[in-house]
């Protein structure tokens, strides 16, 4: 017989495709992992050069590292970016030197309170060398002259992102965001990338009513740069989630957009609480993923940030112990699971204006009662179409019905189409 791969299963082998890539906010490392997410989704990659003016951001030189290591006083390779891709600080200038450990020490870093641990430290906007280690190989470091090596390379190139556009029945847009630059960190945010991957492929499956982009960008200077070059069309995106740290055991979160009372907080909440998961749901705050540069107060979109256990809130966070084992295959298929609920919500979720409000319509007469014999949910399914007459006033939608009447969403969807095919109420 067969072995069965599960979507989870399949979502954390591309997980540990992209986990020894060296990843930085710019650089080959950002290229490579595109491409393998590019054997799964078409995708439509952008160069943007260094030195280009992005809102109040310039993009920066592009940086590539080929090796990084220390030699201890016999030769022997203490840290070598061979066997981590945490192992240099991100964006390290190049160093060829020979020098004694006190020397050697500032440019050193681990996580005292985790010593088996190595963290993960960049620099990205301020020249600057160094290594990211365990406590452990720090302290058995003896003393004498060490050798030092970055062959780095810090040089005008280009930031790189890439789109997928699953195309919908309206130019309006949904905007899904996960970020590229980490190096390997499994949960933050290759399991973000993984899911939304995965959500891509689904959401072609069908026919969605609104068109769903798919922003994979380096974080923070990426959606700045995808903001800026896309100024003119962002009065498209009427919804948005930012997907990261989709893959731990945690229960999930949602982080509300700005706004607050965006249709995408609505619906995720919704979703999370008629779903009986464990969950959480946050506040803004302008602090966390990219949702801060989508809901800035000049872009103002109902984009909210859908995780597990949120960004810092576990030890294993930008360390080297958020690694394969930390996410698991039936954490991202329930991550994912959510993402297709919301998003099924978000899509039905239409506003109807009743064709005949003075008093209610005989149902029977059009045969939408006869149409409910033999169902077991007979009464509910009644009750929804009188839910629906009742709100189709141009300005309740169909989550509203829902939540005010009690009903499952779907029941809602259900009579809504009924009704619209009995010509009573229109979208």
Known sequence: MAVVTTPGEEMHALVERMYPLRRSITGDGVRATLDVVGEHLPLEVHEVPTGTQVLDWTVPQEWNVREAWIADPSGRRVVDLADSSLHVLGYSVPVSARMPLSELRPHLHTLPEHPKWVPYRTSYYKPDWGFCLAQETLDALPDGAYEVRIDSTLADGHLTYAEHVVPG?????????????????????LAGIAVATFLARSLAEGTPYYTYRFLFAPGTIGAITWL??????????????????????GSLTYKRSRRGDAEIDRVTRYV??????????REFTPYGYDERQFCSPGFDLGVGSLSRTPYA?????????????????????????????VFAVLDRNRRYVNLSPYGEPQLGRRGLYGALGGRSDAQEAQMAMLWVLSLSDGEHALLDVAERAGLPFDTVVAAADALHGAGLVKA
């Open 169 to 189: 029945q309206v130019p309006d847009e949904v905007l899904v965001s996960s970020h590229v630059c980490h190096p390997s960190l499994a949960n933050d945010n």
């Open 228 to 249: 800026a070059r896309n100024a003119g069309r962002v009065e498209r995106v009427k919804h948005g989630l930012v997907l990261a740290c989709a893959g731990d055991r």
């Open 272 to 281: 999370l609480e008629s779903s009986g998961r464990p969950h959480e749901i």
């Open 313 to 341: 809130g576990y030890p294993e966070y930008h360390t080297s112990a958020d690694d394969l084992d930390f996410v698991t295959p039936e954490a991202m298929e329930d991550t994912l699971a959510v993402c297709r609920e």
